[in-house]
């Protein structure tokens, strides 16, 4: 499969800050693709850059095949963007602002009838009347939204979409993303990890301006993950957690509460059959044991806080 994205080495300074530093991706076209990272990472520096609002201090970057530094109007009119914090003429309304916005890409009258009714449905502002300068700012982000996908592109590209949204919005834009699949590339910036985790097939974890991992989301998780067991004694929890980290399938014990120990495992089979014998063992109690794995949220913790002092 062709890719909608692709970056090799790019590098952004300003002044004495690095922006970017050398970050390489590969987005495939039709992938929900998530860009993750903390604030002040670079995901919006990448996204100006991908959009032709900044041009990088090194590096390539390409979009639909087209090299950003030199792409014309038409790999321009194939992109939707939204910016982190979108803006309006505030005295139009949604539908004035869908239309105004679908005649700069000179979309036939009969296609955009159609398609800003659909997408005013879809965003929940329909039959909204207000002015867009008395729309909250949820409101706004979803119009923003719809605004990206006026021109049905092929490319969409969107800087935390759903940062100020309620669960309602965030349900209404993420069930859009997810309808996208196939059919759109989704380039999405966030740091929402519940956002990531629900509708992107892949993710890239972008740190201090450097990408410390990237790949399908159950892979990194495989990849990163590890298993671990949470296990609630009645008394005794001291003892038990020292007599835990003697245990070669034990790679790290932490304290959760009074009673709670957590369990990093290598093997997670051997701690299901042990740690119960070695509460019976020492006479204690056990009031819960939960085995899982590691999710998105602390692999990206871990990932992220690994590379700081």
């Not at 997408?119 to 502002?125: F, P, S, T, W």
């Not at 834009?173 to 996208?180: N, Y």
């Not at 939960?290 to 990932?303: C, K, N, Q, R, S």
């Amino acid at each position: 499969m062709s890719a909608a994205i692709r970056t090799t080495g790019l590098t952004k300074v300003y002044g004495d800050e690095r922006a970017l530093d050398s970050v390489d991706l590969h987005v495939e076209e039709g992938s929900v693709f998530g860009f993750l990272g903390p604030n002040g990472a670079g995901k919006t520096t990448t996204l100006h850059i991908l959009a032709g609002l900044a041009r990088p201090t090194s590096g390539s970057a390409s979009v639909l095949g087209r090299d950003v530094a030199t792409a014309d109007n038409a790999v321009r009119e194939q992109i939707g963007f939204l910016p982190d914090v979108p803006g309006f003429y505030e005295w139009m309304r949604a539908e004035e602002f869908l239309r105004f916005v679908g005649d700069l890409f000179g979309i036939a009258r009969p296609v955009l009838d159609a398609r800003v009714e659909m997408l005013l449905d879809v965003a929940g502002l329909g039959g909204v009347d207000t002015k867009i300068g008395g729309y909250s700012r949820g409101m706004k982000q979803r119009l923003g939204v719809a605004q990206a996908l006026i021109n049905a592109p092929r490319l969409l590209l969107l800087d935390e979409p759903t940062s100020a949204l309620d669960p309602m919005g965030r349900k209404q834009v993420l069930d859009m993303l997810m309808s996208l699949r196939g059919h759109t590339t989704v380039f999405f910036s966030t740091h929402i990890l519940a956002d990531v985790e629900r509708v992107c097939d892949t993710v890239a974890i972008l740190d201090q301006g450097r990408v410390v991992a990237q790949a399908p989301i159950d892979e990194l998780k495989a990849r990163y993950g590890q298993q671990k067991v949470v296990v609630e004694v009645i008394g005794g929890a001291d003892e038990f957690a020292e007599q835990v980290k003697r245990q070669s399938w034990a790679a790290a014990v932490s304290r959760e509460g009074v009673d709670t120990i957590e369990i990093t495992v290598t093997d997670m089979s051997a701690a299901q059959r042990q740690i119960p014998a070695m509460i019976a063992a020492a006479e204690l109690g056990l009031s819960r044991m939960d085995a899982g794995e590691m999710g998105l949220e602390e692999v990206f913790v871990d990932l992220v806080s690994g590379g700081r002092s």
